[in-house]
């Protein structure tokens, strides 16, 4: 049976008391800690959390290159954790970050700028220069 916390119980976290998918890996949102956008969504196993939580620099796993991504380590768009939340269901994290320079691989801050309206695709943000 899985422990129920107590929001007023203070809990040592481990990243085994996430719920993964068949691959390992959690999904993680990266949010702006200050201005509230979200940037993007990637994919974390237990060691990218630990890693994560233990030098402050956001760590994925990439699914295309079987390896741990530190973000920014070849872009210099550095993820650097704020904070780390779980979700209700332990099987999503959000991590809060301070976001240097532009999130998306396209050049644009956040990975989210295609919206649809009314049926149709509208790019709302274009690349930083």
């Not at 233990?54 to 390896?67: A, I, K, L, M, N």
């Not at 809060?96 to 050049?107: D, F, I, K, L, S």
């Amino acid at each position: 049976m899985q422990k129920v916390f107590n929001m007023h119980d203070l809990v040592k976290f481990s990243p085994e008391t996430l719920k993964y998918n068949e691959a390992g890996l959690v999904p993680c949102i990266a949010q702006d800690v200050e201005s509230g956008e979200i940037l993007m969504m990637a994919w974390m196993n237990a060691e990218s959390v630990a890693k994560t939580l233990e030098t402050g620099r956001v760590t994925y796993w990439s699914r295309s290159r079987q390896s741990f991504w530190i973000k920014g380590e070849s872009s210099g768009h550095v993820q650097e954790l704020v904070e780390l939340r779980v979700d209700c269901d332990r099987d999503a994290l959000l991590a809060m970050v301070r976001q240097t320079g532009p999130a998306c691989h396209t050049n644009r801050r956040s990975c989210f700028y295609t919206a649809i309206r009314d049926g149709e695709e509208h790019e709302i943000m274009t690349p930083i220069s």
